[in-house]
């Protein structure tokens, strides 16, 4: 039983270096999103989607883009990385948009080194 | 806007002592309340839940009462334990995302 699955866990870029962060779910989820943790801020919304084809920006956006074409899968992309962006980036995935009391499935995280 | 307060940490206790980390929240409408945990190097997992005032949440020993007079959702265990070591984060639900606290950790030694 998979769930989210996240790859790779570990990544350092160099800056202006562009990569993807892979997220796979498993569990026919409509509801996917992006999460940054950084210390001392929590968790923010980056980019999320409803469905397949349907992606909104959450409230860090600037710098990646996503894109969602089946259910299964919602990668995060970085197109010219900075230092900024260093920081452990989680997906999650939920069964319905929308409906309270619905839990999220978080991947374990890519720990992202940008220099 | 919608947002979610938590107690900063760390917060270190011996094994056996009370556990309370207080969230307050402020959102419009009524939003469902969460509790979830980070253990080391793993990803977040739901502890527990609450979806209308007075609801109770509760799991492994943990609870937390959604409070919509003070805006509360305060998380309590009776006696924690060592492998309740982890980052606790509070959380609201209202529309289309989690808005999360920014994490307490939890360092509890034997």
């Known amino acids: 039983n998979a769930g989210v699955t996240q790859t790779p866990k570990f990544q350092v870029l160099k800056t202006g270096q562009s990569m993807t962060l892979q997220c796979a779910q498993d569990?026919?989820?409509?509801?996917m999103s992006w999460y940054r943790q950084d210390p001392g801020m929590g968790l923010r919304l980056i980019h999320y989607s409803v469905g397949a084809g349907i992606t909104d920006q959450g409230e860090v956006p600037n710098g990646y883009n996503v894109s969602r074409s089946t259910t299964e899968d919602f990668p995060l992309r970085l197109l010219s990385a900075a230092p900024s962006q260093t920081s452990v980036y989680f997906c999650?995935?939920?069964?319905?948009?929308?409906?309270?009391?619905?839990?999220?499935?978080f991947g374990q995280g890519t720990r992202l080194t940008v220099v | 806007g919608n947002s979610v307060t938590q107690m900063e940490g760390p917060v270190t206790l011996s094994e056996e002592a009370f556990l309370t980390i207080n969230c307050t929240y402020t959102?419009?409408?009524?939003?469902?309340l969460f509790w979830y945990v980070q253990y080391p190097g793993e990803g977040l997992q739901l502890l527990l839940k609450?979806?209308?005032?007075?609801d109770k949440g509760s799991n492994k020993g943990f609870e937390a009462t959604y409070r919509k007079e003070t805006t509360s959702f305060h998380l309590e265990k009776g006696s924690v334990q060592v492998s309740d070591s982890a980052v606790y984060f509070c959380?609201?639900?209202?529309?289309?995302?989690?808005?999360f606290g920014k994490g307490t950790t939890l360092s509890v030694s034997s």
């Open positions: 569990m026919n989820h409509e509801y």
């Open positions: 609450a979806t209308k005032a007075d």
């Open positions: 959102a419009t409408g009524y939003p469902s």
């Open positions: 959380a609201l639900q209202a529309g289309t995302a989690l808005i």
């Open positions: 999650a995935s939920s069964s319905s948009f929308g409906k309270l009391n619905t839990e999220a499935f």
